[in-house]
């Protein structure tokens, strides 16, 4: 299963081959203004590296994140620099704020809903000032899209349990 993952992703064996998700963020991209801080998300870190490249072509600046790095330089590079794109490996870990991006974009994503929902979340926290927009890329007919509907379904039962537990407490 991990490697179907990885082929929708645009991944085999470790390396990144772009395609038509990449082409379709690289396409977004142009659409925005050039001085809107961005959030990409990726699994893989070929992925990460591969969209870096991919954007940096494209002539904006741009930063990576993993998971297991310590990631305060990139971040404060990043915030400093209007338009900046922040590429991050979406298993790094909790805790880190990007309320200065309005937009947070999925190439792929994890495959537990906390995750996926803590990934949003990294724009639309207490700070942000601005309405948000969250972007995924999804193959249809795929493994990525049954992973793509499997999370949205769980952050709904997520978001009923939270809704109900407010009901009751008011």
């Known amino acids: 299963?991990?490697?179907?993952?990885?082929?929708?992703?645009?991944?085999?064996?470790?390396?990144?081959?772009?395609?038509?998700?990449?082409?379709?963020?690289?396409?977004?991209?142009?659409?925005?203004?050039?001085?809107?801080?961005?959030?990409?998300?990726?699994?893989?870190?070929?992925?990460?590296?591969?969209?870096?490249?991919?954007?940096?072509?494209?002539?904006?600046?741009?930063?990576?994140?993993?998971?297991?790095?310590?990631?305060?330089?990139?971040?404060?590079?990043?915030?400093?620099?209007?338009?900046?794109v922040l590429v991050v490996q979406a298993a790094m870990g909790y805790g880190w704020p990007a309320t200065e991006a309005k937009y947070v974009v999925f190439h792929s994503r994890p495959f537990t809903a906390s995750t996926y929902h803590q990934d949003e979340r990294r724009v639309r926290r207490p700070g942000q000032t601005r309405e948000t927009e969250v972007i995924d890329f999804v193959v249809n007919n795929t493994v990525d899209a049954k992973i793509y509907d499997d999370l949205r379904e769980e952050k709904e039962f997520i978001d009923l349990v939270r809704d109900l537990t407010l009901q009751k407490s008011k």
């Open 1 to 84: 299963a991990q490697r179907l993952y990885q082929i929708a992703y645009g991944c085999v064996f470790d390396n990144f081959l772009g395609g038509p998700k990449l082409e379709a963020l690289l396409a977004w991209l142009r659409t925005i203004e050039r001085d809107e801080r961005v959030v990409i998300f990726a699994w893989y870190r070929a992925e990460v590296d591969g969209i870096a490249q991919a954007v940096r072509a494209e002539g904006r600046e741009t930063w990576r994140v993993y998971g297991g790095e310590d990631t305060a330089e990139a971040l404060i590079s990043w915030r400093k620099q209007a338009g900046g």
